[in-house]
């Protein structure tokens, strides 16, 4: 995939990266590269564009709760700070947020006026996008609270299963604490045998029932469906204490939104899809509810996890969520633990409000559906009421993404090569190319003169010759200013059979006998 970024015009980035880029693909010998080998690029962001902004332009920044986002961007910049190597990062941040990181973990700020100082301090805002749009998108997620039970029972009868031990993924081994949540999953068959793993109906009518896979029962396959939306989930058991869930793998398949399909079949209209009206739509119909489930082929596959009521559940960043302040971003395109700043006017209080959400924001989660540059999900917390204000979104929201200081694409650019200055109009009109070959007439002889370029410059709605009566006078009067003659190509050199050489004799010297 190719890296297209746009920048603020006046930084002039666009031909610079298209100059340099040329010299990259066609670099010369060691010993005779160009003068600046080792220059570091701007940022390349698959399919998106960024621009630079000012901190005063950014809607909402200076009324935000700075102190809510340090504190978030702490909790991620743990793992980072503490890597003694880093490995090598190909996406655009690359491990430029270790040195804010390590900063930020000597610095324990109890006002928001500090903190803010410290994200204008060490980071540079960029407002960015997907190619050729000016707003990203944004939905929500939070953590399910349902009820369950150890056992199976007559009102508890529909599993929730533990990753199977004949699930492999390419590249990952059984002991991986978790598996990515993209790409081929295989089951084996035999010793060799590597065939896709099963799909949802398959698993739902008992392919892996038996196994003694079964960490809770849930009421019915509803509550799991959006426990696997989720991701996680808080499971009350009859006798009133929680089983804590959480992500650990899925069978392969691509998710497929059911809010999508009920949308396409006139079920329910666009604007009053929310994760709401889908489970009332199921509840009123058992049956097509049973049938619109297996459209999602995809499956999770979940682990218990050792936490506490008051615990928030981990991201893939592997650091406890902030409700309100973590988000699920293109893993493949970001870094854990970027601040993104996101604006927009969303259903929080009710479905038809529009209030106002400006909110720095912690990259600290991903998900299968989380695809862009500039798309976030974001995460509200636990139970019912952050599940509604969650479940209605699915709205434009614009972003602005915090880089590091190292990392400044303004600096970058300015010692990026710049192709030639193009010549001005008037130099251009003076000295039209014209290639004399190109415009001889197609009968011409090699011998024939070509025709001479006329001294009044041809219009869009002049007539051809050829369509003119032969009484017609050409008006010379109307040449308003003498135009130069146009530069004429050296003519080709003329091939010439190459001589043949007179054959040299070698004569060797014999010794004597």
């Not at 190719?2 to 880029?21: K, T, Y």
């Not at 997620?141 to 199976?152: N, V």
């Not at 709205?395 to 650019?413: I, K, Q, T």
């Amino acid at each position: 995939m190719v890296a297209v970024l746009s920048l603020a015009p006046s930084d002039g980035f666009a031909a610079q990266r298209s100059h340099a880029s040329h010299h990259a693909k066609h670099r010369l010998p060691a010993a005779r590269h160009l003068p600046y080998p080792q220059l570091a690029w701007p940022l390349e962001i698959s399919g998106g564009q960024y621009a630079p902004v000012a901190w005063a332009d950014i809607v909402g920044w200076r009324e935000d709760d700075h102190l809510a986002a340090y504190k978030a961007f702490r909790t991620s910049c743990k793992p980072i700070a503490a890597q003694r190597r880093p490995p090598a990062e190909p996406k655009a941040l690359g491990t430029s947020l270790r040195d804010p990181c390590r900063a930020a973990r000597a610095l324990d700020f109890a006002d928001g006026a500090r903190a803010k100082a410290f994200f204008e301090g060490h980071f540079l805002p960029l407002r960015i996008s997907r190619l050729g749009e000016a707003e990203g998108f944004v939905t929500g997620y939070y953590e399910p609270i349902i009820d369950g039970s150890r056992t199976q029972t007559d009102v508890y009868t529909v599993p929730v299963y533990r990753r199977p031990s004949n699930l492999f993924v390419r590249g990952t081994t059984q002991s991986s604490a978790g598996l990515p949540n993209k790409g081929q999953v295989f089951r084996k068959i035999g010793r060799r045998k590597l065939v896709p793993y099963y799909d949802r109906a398959e698993i739902e009518d008992g392919a892996i029932a038996g196994r003694g896979l079964e960490i809770v029962w849930l009421k019915n396959q509803t509550d799991l469906l959006f426990t696997q939306i989720q991701g996680s989930a808080r499971v009350r058991l009859e006798d009133g204490s929680t089983v804590r869930i959480n992500y650990d793998a899925h069978n392969g398949y691509s998710y497929t939104p059911v809010g999508r399909i009920l949308i396409e079949r006139n079920i329910i209209p666009r604007e009053q899809m929310s994760m709401q009206k889908i489970r009332e739509w199921m509840q009123q119909n058992p049956d097509g509810a049973n049938e619109l489930r297996r459209q999602n082929r995809s499956y999770v596959f979940f682990r218990e996890v050792n936490l506490s009521d008051k615990d928030e559940p981990s991201g893939a960043q592997g650091v406890p969520l902030t409700p309100g302040r973590s988000i699920a971003v293109d893993k493949a395109l970001h870094v854990y633990g970027t601040p993104f700043f996101i604006e927009g006017d969303l259903p929080i209080e009710s479905e038809q409000s529009k209030t106002p959400f400006r909110r720095l924001m912690i990259a600290q989660d991903t998900g299968s559906a989380i695809i862009g540059p500039a798309r976030a999900d974001l995460y509200f917390g636990a139970g019912a009421e952050a599940g509604k204000i969650s479940g209605r979104f699915r709205h434009n929201a614009r972003f602005v993404m915090l880089v590091p200081n190292s990392l400044d694409p303004s600096a970058r650019g300015r010692k990026m090569p710049v192709p030639d200055a193009r010549p001005s109009e008037k130099i251009a009109r003076l000295f039209p190319q014209v290639d004399p070959l190109k415009d001889q007439p197609k009968d011409g002889k090699a011998g024939a003169k070509p025709p001479e370029a006329s001294a009044t410059p041809a219009t869009k709605d002049a007539a051809p010759a050829t369509a003119q009566p032969s009484t017609a006078v050409a008006p010379a009067a109307t040449t308003s200013a003498a135009v130069a003659e146009p530069v004429p190509l050296p003519e080709a050199r003329p091939k010439v059979a190459p001589s043949p050489e007179p054959r040299r004799h070698r004569y060797r010297h014999r010794r004597g006998r």
